[in-house]
């Protein structure tokens, strides 16, 4: 008998660290990362038919339905090497998407065991996020985690650096904003569920590793 599956479903705000996470989780547990963005751009690129029907809509500036954005969660937790389960990362993103995702994995005789929560304030995101500066070249420099070694100037050749619109402060709020009005419902079923834990994402990533584990441990 094989063994039993396991799904972990990862939430965080923009910058949390949730994709990071995601990763180095999956590969502790030998599971799948499956992530939402991946998976678009997989079936995009191999045209398949769900990537063609998607692209119907994405050329039309049209957000992809849910139906079609299930169907390739589905066919992806469906292949060999999801056998024993995986870290879902980007999906579900609302309570409908949730509730779909419960009925193909009662279809698998599986569940949403845990859903790690990364907890990150606001003023720590924004400081994370909106940090990062670029110069002409393509190097990437952070104001708090990799500055250059003079202010605001590329260490290579000196040419001064700029910031991206998405890394601007203001634009780096209006995403969070937008990421608790979409999540909130989703946070809450899945808090009544009894699958939500809360981790602490300011800690070393290390910690945060440690703290998902020991609450994947105890979720059984």
Known sequence: MNKKATYIVMLGPPGAGKGTQAKVIAEKLGLVHVSSG?????????ETELGKLAQTYMTKGELVPDDVTIAMVKERLSRPDCELGAVLDGFPRTPAQAEALNG???EMQ????IVPLISVPDQVLIERLSGRWMSASGRVYHALFNPPKV???????GSPLYQRD??????VQHRIDVYKAQTAPLIDFFKTAGVLVEVDGTQDIDKVTEDILTAIGTAY
């Open 166 to 171: 998405d890394d601007k402060p203001e634009t």
């Open 38 to 46: 991946d998976l678009f751009r997989e079936n995009l690129s191999r």
């Open 151 to 157: 202010k605001w100037l590329d260490d290579m050749d």
């Open 104 to 106: 193909i994995l009662a």
């Open 110 to 113: 599986g569940k949403i065991d």
